[in-house]
């Protein structure tokens, strides 16, 4: 029957399925990462809260990329009585 | 114990209407005590799909304001005793609906009903957060249709993380309930599978309704489909599918084409092959 299949197009299911799949597995990748920064931003606050008082707005967690290097980046706003 | 079941699906226009009236029909008629809630606050349509648009006196944000209580806004089924209907507002803002308003009365609705099913509102927004909210399982709708899974794994992904039940560490169970598919297309290549679509989404198959007239003219007439009579495949669909929500043990059937001798003679020979559950 392969003769008979050279002279068909593919099917469009099939590219439906295979575009799905895909599209989803980057959808739930960015999905499961917008978790991961609300995890951890939790999680920083309370740890750092156990030395020092601090306001949760104070604290900005955000992934991005420095070219193609993956980041994850932590700002933490101390209160003015903290030096360094 | 009385079950919380959400009818969701993301995407508009997939089926969660029709699915709600026809599986909230078909538990009424084993005997199951059934409250149906249209969540869809601006634009309900449940009371029309069951034929009680006259009878509407109070809805869902009444109750939530107080201006009545659940008993004097819960619409009875003329033809099934112990189906009802909590019918949305439909002139009222969407805000009107408060997170602690809809926990009471679901509460309250626990306590009277054994199945209570929540027809969700389209889209991610807060209606159909919570719709959702309070629910021990979920029915997805979901058409074969590539914007419809889309819209479907996102509501999964929202079920696992914005109920109650997944707050508190616990999970939801999440059925598939595939809608208007076409035997024919599936065999020609044209239409995803059920296996497809329940792989890539990976929860159970619930049930699959096939495309149907009877859909259009059950609703026409007010009726669920799965009280009309004579009952067609979409309807012995929803009524397996409601079988198989109480726990009973029903094969999910693939719906199939009709086909004549050719067909039929070709299938034989491995030319159209036919998907299987």
Redesign the interface.
Known sequence: MTWFRLFRKP????V??D???S??DY??AL?GQR?LVSVLREEIIAVVSRHVSLSPDGIRVRTGHVETVPLLRIDVELPASVRG | MSQVIVVTSGKGGVGKTTTTAAIGASLAKIGKSVVVVDFDVGLRNLDLVLGAERRVVFDLINVVQGQANLSQALVKDKRLDTLWLLPASQTRDKDALTEGGVAKIIDELRESFDYVLCDSPAGIERGAVLAMRHADQAIIVTNPEVSSVRDSDRIIGMLDARTIRAEQGGRIDKHLLISRYDPARVTRGEMLTTEDVADILSIPLLGIVPESEDVLRASNIGMPVTMITPIGPAGIAYETAARRLTGEDVRVAVPEERTGLFDRLFGELGFGRRAAA
């Open positions: 099917r469009s299911a099939r439906a399925r575009r799905l799949k599209l989803l959808e739930r999905i978790d």
